[in-house]
């Protein structure tokens, strides 16, 4: 892509405003030549090749090649531990020393350039430093995805400059099978990221890459090597056969170990306190390594890909006093065993050798009884942190309450530490804004001296995908060009303005098109913030419809799409557009329809008439009569589906409990998994149901409980499933097994939640379940369209079997002020930002000032601020009046309020005659329940009244039929 001559105002580059310049192009003829050694190898071959050709693209003069020294200006290449580099000058040679890592020196005067690094790779990074000083720029892989200036004359500025990298370790983990991707790879060391590769190949050479091996192997190492799976699997076998001893120990035997991807059998992790199995373990890997003699290699240690440990008594002993929190129960076995490997393989005999171990699953946590090795680097797996907020984000509950704390550890005990990231393991193929927060996470890991970062991508040019994985493997780069592109940039740049450096890059991007796109992007990065929503590792999709739960942001985003399409000056740009608005309709707008289909079916339960016995049989006539929910779905690789195993929900209630009856169909072969035993955090491996509920009472927190089908019980609470503590609610569970299904019925007492249950209210719930499938895998399904935890997309559930008596009680669907309908009137009221609420009447004959607030609702995602002046303000809605046979005549009411106000609460009926007296003063900065009794008896239209007078926020209004024996005292507040 050649466009118009670009310069940034901190570039060290000059054109020609310089007084003193190593001169290599002017007026579009070469003045110099790039000067090989005779034996330059194929890194500094590459590297010339890269800087002629770029120049040549700049200015129409490819620099010359070669190694005899002409009379012309040189460009050369110098490996600061070479003869020479003796011949530098005092200065050079002084500012060389201060060169880490692969960092590098250039120096330019009047006789040319010398780039000077202590690696090969360091050469590389030298000439792309030249050509991104004079404004080159590769937004991502691919010549399409270039932007080049034009110029006739390229010169450099006299000067001795040193660049170092902000990390040693900048890592693009290219996962899910792409092959020989040379557009990525050219890209990754253009950008200043290091290539990392596990295959001894002369083709890489020369990006200069790192070699790297190891990952989920244990069993693999311990039967010895293999290159071939069908091998590896058939001498584990055969090891297993003659000395099951060298295997876990699992409920009471031995059994293989292995990877559940590749099949459906438990394993379990080897016996590491037999010594035979780290010696062995030890002698395959030292194999691997003596492949890569001479060459700079990082071996990874890491368990198999699941957490079943053994638990013989030798084992059990190693891992001491265990730490509380699930993540560290095996984090002192683990360090026995990488301890062990540290000593025997970090020597003289491997002296290019670098040992990492990944520290993951239920061993992320620093080990308290053995001090690691501290030659070893640690690769921290953060699963299931938030990746749209910061890890240093106070807001950020997940982040700050865990994720933060579990990396400062780490830096506290002084280990050396790198990253295995998720980014791109986020809903919607994780197109979202999230690349200002990934940038001060990198900030953060500099200020902790990390050692650096492993960032999962796909690589868009690759060839070898298979069909599932295509799309993703294609686009995942390009929805996160930006987070790609800054990853490199302040990988090196650590200290700069994110701001302006956005700015910078995003204007080149998208050209004239970018103050579109700019107002576009910050509108969708808003809609996450306001969704008060978190994104982690396994999110469902439907958060992204959640984020869209806003009127008039779904059509406001996609017209500033079409006006960035119209700005767009070029096909490319109008590509790179087209492109967007694609990931915007597939990701987000299809997952808001979703997220309406489902927000929509809502679901009534039905209060129980009779004693409801917990026996796990729905003998009682209110199970008959209760309404069945069936549409369970499984979400997994291949989208959101009806699930393969269907389930039957049914849910009852009175004041004090919730009742469910679930019923799970079972595989043809009839089986199940229950393996669990003693521990009741490993129920989630088994064949299970989980429930999670909330109501407004419970301040954005959810009630989990899991059962399965031995009635074996785990329970927490939290408002994410990052952040939970274990609880007990006391619930009463009976299971039945029967061959084709299994059943659980189950009484909760909401006491620790609510004080009662009144007919009307809401509760948001789901039900889960993971079934086991006829091919050995578990199914995960749930009522909520497959997911599991966020309780802001569980199905609203409403206690009674009534129609409801508001419309848009919670506030949640917001829209802009009703106009009056008489001519020359206008509104006396004022509405800030222009925001009113659905469905609720503001009365001109009583106005005040209305707030559409959404930054700390009771529940949902937004609440109302009246501001009364001083006077009366008066909110009113019209009722749907209950059939005259189901009109008891008693009308509760409920609603959140916080402030300092007073409230008068009645229903209001024709020629203003008023029915109840619910009066309070208000003086509160905490949301507490208004409650109280209404009764009416006639059969008349009426309108329910709301009198503030002062300063109040009020959220969730109930109003529902009431029995006698409902009633709550109002009295009380």
């Not at 001498?235 to 000395?243: G, M, N, V, Y």
Request: proline letters at 5%; charged letters at 25%.
């Amino acid at each position: 892509m050649k466009l118009n001559c670009f310069m940034t105002g901190i570039m060290a580059f000059s054109f020609s405003a310089a007084l003193s310049a190593a001169e290599l192009v002017s007026g579009g003829k070469a003045k110099a030549s790039i000067l090989l050694s005779a034996d330059a190898g194929a890194v500094e071959k590459h590297a010339a090749a890269e800087l002629s050709a770029y120049v040549g693209k700049i200015t129409g003069a490819a620099l010359p090649v070669g190694t005899n020294q002409g009379e012309k200006t040189t460009v050369e290449f110098v490996l600061f531990n070479s003869p020479a580099a003796k011949s530098l000058p005092p200065n050079i040679q002084e500012k060389a020393s201060e060169i880490i890592d692969d960092g590098f020196v250039i120096a330019s005067d009047v006789s040319g350039i010398k780039i000077i690094s202590n690696s090969q790779r360091g050469l590389l990074y030298g000439a792309y430093r030249l050509l991104k000083d004079a404004g080159v720029i590769w937004f991502m892989p691919g010549e399409e995805n270039e932007y080049i200036p034009q110029n006739a004359d390229f010169k450099i500025a006299d000067g001795v400059r040193l660049f170092n990298p902000a990390f040693a370790q900048r890592r693009f983990i290219l996962n899910g099978g792409s092959g020989y991707t040379p557009d990525t790879y050219d890209w990754i060391v253009r950008n200043g990221i290091q290539l990392y590769i596990d295959q001894l190949d002369g083709k890489y050479a020369k990006w200069a890459p790192v070699y790297i091996g190891g990952g989920h192997e244990m069993t693999d190492l311990l039967a010895g090597n293999y290159p071939k799976s069908e091998q590896r699997s058939a001498a584990a076998e055969k090891l297993f056969a003659e000395h099951p001893e060298y295997f876990g120990l699992y409920k009471g035997q031995r059994i293989m170990g292995g990877n559940p991807a590749h099949s459906s059998r438990i394993f379990c992790q080897p016996c590491t306190s037999n010594p035979e199995v780290p010696a062995r373990i030890l002698k395959s890997t030292k194999e691997i390594i003596s492949r890569y003699e001479g060459k700079e290699y990082i071996r990874i240690l890491c368990n198999d890909d699941h957490m079943n440990w053994c638990e013989c008594a030798p084992c059990k002993a190693l891992d001491g006093k265990p730490p509380a929190e699930e993540n560290g129960l095996y984090s002192n076995r683990w360090w026995h065993f990488v301890n062990f490997m540290a000593q025997n393989l970090l020597s003289k005999d491997y002296p290019n050798l670098k040992l990492h171990a990944m520290v993951y699953q239920n061993y992320r946590l620093v080990p308290e009884n053995i001090k690691p090795d501290p030659r070893v680097a640690v690769i921290v797996c953060p699963h299931q942190r938030c990746y749209i907020h910061s890890l240093n984000d106070p807001a950020c509950f997940p982040n700050s309450a865990k994720y933060r704390k579990m990396f400062d550890s780490w830096h506290a005990a002084g280990v050396r530490s790198t990253t295995f990231e998720y980014h791109t393991n986020l809903p919607g193929n994780s197109y979202l804004p999230m690349e200002e927060a990934w940038v001060r996470d990198l900030k953060y890991y500099h200020s902790i001296h990390m050692e650096g970062f492993g960032l999962v991508t796909r690589a868009p040019d690759g060839k070898t995908y298979i069909e599932r994985r295509k799309y993703l493997g294609k686009n995942m780069w390009p929805a996160l060009w930006q987070l790609h592109w800054l990853t490199g940039y302040f990988s090196w740049n650590i200290d700069a303005d994110y701001e302006k450096v956005a700015e910078e890059i995003n204007s080149k991007f998208y050209g004239s098109a970018w103050k579109h796109m700019k107002i576009y992007r910050r509108t969708l990065r808003e809609a996450v913030e306001l969704s008060r929503e978190h994104m982690y590792y396994g999110s469902p999709p439907i958060l992204l419809g959640s984020c869209m739960d806003r009127p008039g942001l779904v059509d406001h985003l996609e017209s500033l799409l079409a006006s960035a399409e119209k700005a767009a000056e070029s096909p490319l740009i109008l590509s790179r557009i087209q492109r967007e608005k694609g990931y915007f309709e597939k990701n987000w707008k299809t997952q808001y329809r979703n997220y309406l289909k489902d927000k929509d079916n809502r679901i009534a339960a039905q209060k129980r008439k009779e004693k409801i016995v917990i026996d796990g049989l729905d003998r009682e006539a209110d199970w008959k009569n209760a309404k069945q929910v069936y549409n369970f779905a499984a979400c997994d690789s291949s989208g959101t589906h009806a699930a393969r195993l269907g389930s039957i929900a049914r849910v009852c209630f009175d004041e004090e409990n919730l009742y469910f009856f679930l019923e799970g169909k079972k595989a043809k072969n009839g089986k199940m998994v229950l393996e669990t035993s003693g521990d009741p955090k490993k129920i989630f491996s088994d064949s299970h149901f989980e429930i999670f509920l909330t109501c407004p009472a419970m301040k954005g927190e959810d009630y989990q409980l899991a059962v399965n089908a031995k009635g074996m019980k785990y329970q927490t609470t939290g408002t994410t499933a990052a952040a939970r503590k274990e609880t007990d609610a006391k619930p009463e569970i009976a299971v039945r097994d029967y061959p084709d299904l299994w059943c659980a019925e189950i009484r909760i007492p909401v006491k620790n939640f609510t004080p009662k249950i009144l007919t009307g209210d809401f509760w948001n719930i789901n039900i889960a379940r993971a079934a086991l499938l006829e091919n050995g895998k578990l199914e995960f399904s749930s009522w909520c369209n497959g997911i599991f935890h966020g309780n802001t997309l569980f199905r609203q559930v409403m206690m009674g079997t009534q129609e409801p008596l508001l419309k848009n009680p919670d506030f949640e669907v917001v829209c802009a002020p009703e106009q009056p309908k008489e001519k020359n009137k206008r509104n006396t009221w004022i509405f800030m930002d222009d925001k009113s609420v659905a469905n609720w009447i503001f009365s001109n004959a009583n106005p005040g000032t209305l707030t559409v607030k959404t930054d700390t609702p009771a529940s949902g995602k937004v609440y109302l601020h009246v501001s009364s002046g001083g006077k009366y303000s008066f909110i009113d809605q019209f009722i749907r009046i209950p059939e005259k046979d189901k009109n008891t005549g008693i009308y509760a009411f409920r609603m959140m309020a916080r402030g300092k106000a007073e409230l008068l609460v009645r229903l209001r009926g024709p020629k203003t005659k008023y029915y109840g007296d619910i009066a309070i003063k208000i003086d509160s900065n905490q949301w507490f329940p208004v409650t109280g009794i209404v009764r009416c008896d006639e059969q008349v239209q009426l309108a329910l009244s709301i009198r503030i007078k002062g300063e109040l926020d009020i959220d969730d209004v109930h109003l529902s039929m009431a029995d006698s024996e409902e009633m709550p005292d109002s009295s009380k507040h």
